[in-house]
């Protein structure tokens, strides 16, 4: 016969359930339950109370389990997600943190400006540091989905300062693709070409890269349509997809810019509704109806294959492409799209100042056909 302690944790429920014993995941060495089963037996003294082999057999079944569920299925380790809505520009930006490391990245971030005034501020980016500070995180990267033609990217702004308020510079990073834009909007905007060559970002991102964020993993997505570069970010159980699918009333985003295509869209939309239901699509904008008003971030795979009015399960592609050029068409320019577009080629980074100390952005007339 063997003394055992009796343990503390009921063991008489399915022993294939570790959450039974221990409630979250971690490595079987840091697992504070185990610790506890196991421990009965090495203090076992003479006044404990005594187990049969019955009873023993089956603890020791639990043990080896609860060992084998840890060591082969650690469910993935999931990240903290901060969004932060902008409202003049309807835009989702991110904070995407380990909580093991507080490693950080930031995703599409925003800087205020105003056409008419010309004037740039920072309350958007500063309230993301200020987010950034109070968490206690560090920020390995900031990460761009795209070059966006709606608003101007902070990337740069908060690379700056972030570089002096933590041990180590942020990298900007963009998907790979980005000097097709580059050279299609530096040439048109006339952009001295070294202010918008790849170099002015830190890291490029490949398709299906994978990268770290403290003991996260994270996975850029090629997802084409909107633009021709677009990445999405796949984080745990989460995509940030940026300008790709928006909430399920609002549907897709536009694909009329250069570079952009209704088709490549579709398969893109396809790519991320064929993940996991559970998964959260993370939504770089968001214009809410009168209807809804309040402006929402993410919704499952689930939902956005039952519910995406563009891109619900049964669309195909070709009747997705006619509703996507049709509603195209009747799009308007974007209010920031010429100083945007020649911002984030430079990653956000300012335009050289001139001999008067200007730093200029060009506005093409839209003279809409007059000449003289
Ligand atoms: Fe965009």
């Known amino acids: 016969m063997i003394k055992a302690v009796r343990p503390r944790l009921n063991i008489g429920g ?3 359930d570790c959450r039974r014993l221990c409630n979250r995941a971690h ?4 697992c504070s339950a185990l610790a506890s089963t196991v421990r009965p037996f090495r203090q076992a003294s003479p006044r404990t109370p005594t187990y049969g082999p019955t009873t023993l057999a089956t603890l020791a079944t639990t043990i080896i389990k609860h060992h084998q569920l840890h060591s082969q299925a650690t469910p993935a380790a999931q990240p903290a997600v901060h969004g932060v809505f902008e409202p003049v520009t309807g835009t989702w930006q991110y904070v995407v943190a380990d909580p093991s490391t507080l490693a950080a990245v930031i995703i599409d971030p925003v800087l205020d400006y105003d056409p008419v005034s010309r004037q740039a501020t920072t309350g958007s980016a500063d309230s993301l540091l200020a987010l950034i500070k109070k968490k206690g995180y560090t920020v390995d990267k ?3 989905t795209h ?3 709606d608003h101007i990217t902070a990337s740069s702004y908060l690379q700056d300062r972030l570089s002096k308020t933590q041990s180590h510079r942020p990298s900007i990073g963009i998907g790979k693709r980005i000097g097709l834009v580059q050279t299609l909007f530096g040439q048109r905007y006339g952009v001295p070409p070294g202010e918008c ?3 002015v ?3 490029l991102l490949d398709d299906d890269e994978v990268f770290e964020i403290g003991n996260l993993k994270a996975t850029a997505m090629h997802l084409p349509g909107h633009t021709p570069d677009h990445l999405g970010y796949k984080i745990g159980d989460n995509v940030f997809c940026g300008d790709s699918l928006f909430y399920a009333d609002v549907g897709t985003a536009r694909c009329d810019f250069p570079g952009g295509s209704a088709n490549n869209l579709f398969a893109s939309g396809r790519r991320l509704l064929n993940l996991p239901a559970h998964v959260k699509i993370w939504t770089g904008h968001d214009y809410p109806p009168p209807e809804r008003k309040t402006p929402m971030a993410w919704m499952s795979v689930h939902d956005h294959k039952k519910h995406n009015k563009h891109l619900h399960d049964g669309i195909g592609e070709d009747e997705f492409v006619a509703m996507r050029r049709k509603r195209d068409a009747s799009l308007g320019a974007p209010r920031l799209l010429h100083q945007s577009l020649q911002m984030n080629i430079r990653a956000g980074k300012l335009p050289k100042p001139t001999a008067y100390g200007d730093r200029l952005l060009h506005v093409p007339m839209d003279l809409k056909g007059l000449e003289w």
């Open 142 to 144: 900031i990460l761009e």
């Open 201 to 203: 970002f830190d890291k």
């Open 197 to 199: 060559s790849e170099g």
């Open 14 to 16: 399915k022993p294939t």
């Open 147 to 149: 070059a966006h033609a």
């Open 27 to 30: 490595p079987p060495s840091t």
